[in-house]
């Protein structure tokens, strides 16, 4: 009954340990003879936590950068608390930016600053805009960006510094309007290099290098994705420590009662 007992609570506390902290396996990038960058993000074990000082600037590429073509429909203006912001400069942030909205009691659509209830305001107003504005490819949603590829941050930080002359021993076809990335699957893309080095300003003295952008982003995104993840892996530590006390008084009791 003892060994019963403690192999069923080991394999609840292996499930915990697999739903709170995720698998940590790295994967190479698909189709690709390119292995995935491994970076070692502060939020990657058991114990990680996210950068906030590395979300904000992330956050800032994406504003400046992947906005112009890039939506994040999931995350909201009143999300970006968890980063840091006070409600003030979220406030200020979501004002920054002018919402379509109505109709008004005239049955018209009329246009107001951004609140921080609002989502993040979309580049284009369909996804036909979007396609006919980008060469015939749809840019993307990137709320969950890092759920949907393999690889997760490490893809979308490959991509972003991926970008190189094709070898002359590559076998595809590069197009006009297209690039070669050792990262993208086919390693073949549509979207132009994104991050030029010195293309945005960071106020905390961070390197302003095409690496650095690309970590701040993919952290940032990161977030984004799984904005609960230290919640999760908090909860899991407590289940744990649960099923451990758990265990340890059914043996005791077990024991007692000479069934052990």
Not at 120 to 139: M, T, W
Not at 180 to 185: D, L, S
Not at 200 to 217: F, W
Request: proline share 5%; charged share 20%.
């Amino acid at each position: 009954m003892k060994k019963v007992v403690l192999t069923t609570c080991s394999a609840l506390a292996v499930l915990a340990l697999s739903s709170a902290f995720g698998s940590g396996v790295s994967y190479a990038s698909e189709g690709n003879a390119h292995p995935l960058p491994n970076i070692q993000w502060s939020f990657d074990g058991p114990f990680g936590t996210y950068d906030k000082a590395s979300l904000q600037r992330g956050l800032l590429v994406y504003r400046q950068v992947c906005s112009a073509c890039h939506s994040l429909d999931r995350v909201a203006y009143r999300n970006l608390t968890a980063l840091g912001y006070s409600e003030d400069q979220v406030k200020a942030i979501a004002g920054e930016y002018t919402i379509v909205d109505g109709p008004n009691d005239e049955g018209e659509m009329f246009e107001r600053a951004g609140r921080p209830s609002d989502h993040f305001k979309a580049p284009f107003v369909n996804e036909q805009a979007a396609i006919a504005a980008n060469g015939g490819a749809l840019p993307p949603d990137l709320s969950l960006i890092t759920k949907a590829r393999v690889g997760g941050a490490n893809y979308v930080f490959g991509v972003l510094t991926g970008y190189a002359e094709a070898p002359v021993d590559f076998e595809g076809t590069i197009l006009d309007g297209q690039y070669y990335n050792k990262h993208m699957t086919g390693n073949v893309i549509k979207m132009p290099p994104p991050l030029t080095a010195g293309g945005v300003a960071y106020e905390d003295g961070y390197p302003t290098s095409v690496e650095q952008y690309a970590k701040d982003v993919s952290t940032f995104l990161a977030w984004a994705a799984e904005p609960e993840m230290e919640h999760r892996k908090q909860m899991g530590f407590k289940v744990i420590l649960f099923l451990l006390a758990f265990a340890s008084i059914m043996y005791a009791v077990k024991k007692r009662m000479g069934l052990a």
